[in-house]
Every structure is written in C-alpha cells, then in structure tokens.
C-alpha cells in the first residue's frame, strides 16, 4: 500500500464527507492537533528517559485522545458521534489538581525551563493553546460540540501542571519569572 494518494496534488484534502482546501479553517484546526500530538510524542520519549512513567502514561493516554479529537474535526457529517466526552475533561482536571497539590505553590509566573521533560511539557502547552485558537477559528465559521472546545482549554492547563511535577519529580527548579532582566 502507498502511503501517498496523489489527492491532495491540488491543494485539497479529505475529511468525513467532504473535500476540503487544505487551507480551511477546519484543515487548519486539524493540523494544528496533529501537531500537538507530535510534541507530545516527543514528551513522552523524554519521560520515559527520564523515568517519569505516570506522567508518561498519562501522555499516552492525552495522545490518543488528541488522535480522537482529529477526527471529531474531520468528521463534517451531522450524525457523527464526538469521541471527545466531558469525561476526558474531567479526568483532566483531576490529574492538574493532583500535579498542583504535589509542587509548591505558584508565587510568580514561570517560564518554560528546567528539565528537559518540562520543557518539551511547555511547547506541548504553547502548541496545545495555538490550536486552541485554531479550533476557536472554526468555532466561529461552524457549529462545534461544546466538548471539543472545554477539553483543548483545559489541556494547556494540564501540560502546565505536567510540566511543574516533572520539574518536581526531577528534583529541579522552575524557571521563575523575575522580570527587569538585562545583558551584563
């Protein structure tokens, strides 16, 4: 089997029930999943060297969640069922409790750094929040379910808290913001 079609030769695509410019908003928002989901496959391999399997695991588990969500994007058709539930979302939110309550607490921001897993943690962070305004895009253009859009809001927050116990587990500080900085 080829791996290439020839179908997209003229700046088009395929999603579930329509041919798509691959500049649409709807191709935009797909890819921009997509690419999250690359970074977090490359968070997932530096936790694993760095012998974070819980925060690995959960990863795998945002991976393919993030797989699922491309394709509640591509699906146009009405009668498709979204795959992202409240329930993904929920989960979410309980691991950032769980992440918060085991690092100190925040008393200024912190910039992206320390480890090499929490760093790839905050691309992972600033990816998921410019496809967050990818799909916000389509959100405004088409009806989506609500779902999608709450659980990529909430997934930054996680890969912020990810990136902090990584740091924690790690014995290594976060990078604290201390503004005024200048060359010496």
């Known amino acids: 089997m080829n791996i290439?079609?020839?179908g997209g030769d003229k700046g088009t695509t395929s999603v579930m029930g329509a041919r798509l410019s691959k500049?649409?908003?709807r191709?935009?928002?797909i890819g921009a999943i997509d690419e999250l989901n690359s970074f977090v496959g490359q968070a997932i391999v530096l936790l694993k060297e760095a012998g974070c399997e819980e925060l690995k695991e959960e990863l795998v588990?945002?991976?393919?969640?993030?797989?699922?969500?491309?394709?509640d994007l591509a699906s146009v058709t009405e009668e498709a069922e979204c795959k992202i539930v409240t329930n993904y979302t929920e989960a979410l939110e309980r691991r950032i409790d769980a992440h918060s309550e085991q690092v100190p607490?925040?008393?200024r921001f912190v910039l992206p750094g320390g480890s090499k897993p929490a760093c790839a943690l905050h691309v992972c962070r600033t990816s998921a929040r410019r496809a967050e305004r990818e799909v916000n895009r389509l959100a405004n253009e088409e009806s989506l379910q609500p779902a999608l859009l709450i659980y990529i809001n909430r997934l930054s927050d996680y890969f912020f808290a990810a990136a902090r116990a990584a740091n924690h587990l790690l014995g290594v500080s976060d990078v604290d913001y201390v503004g005024k900085k200048e060359f010496t």
């Open 23 to 25: 500049s649409d908003a």
């Open 61 to 71: 588990v945002i991976s393919h969640q993030l797989f699922d969500y491309g394709a």
């Open 105 to 107: 607490p925040l008393r």
């Open 27 to 29: 191709i935009e928002a």
């Open 4 to 6: 290439y079609t020839r």
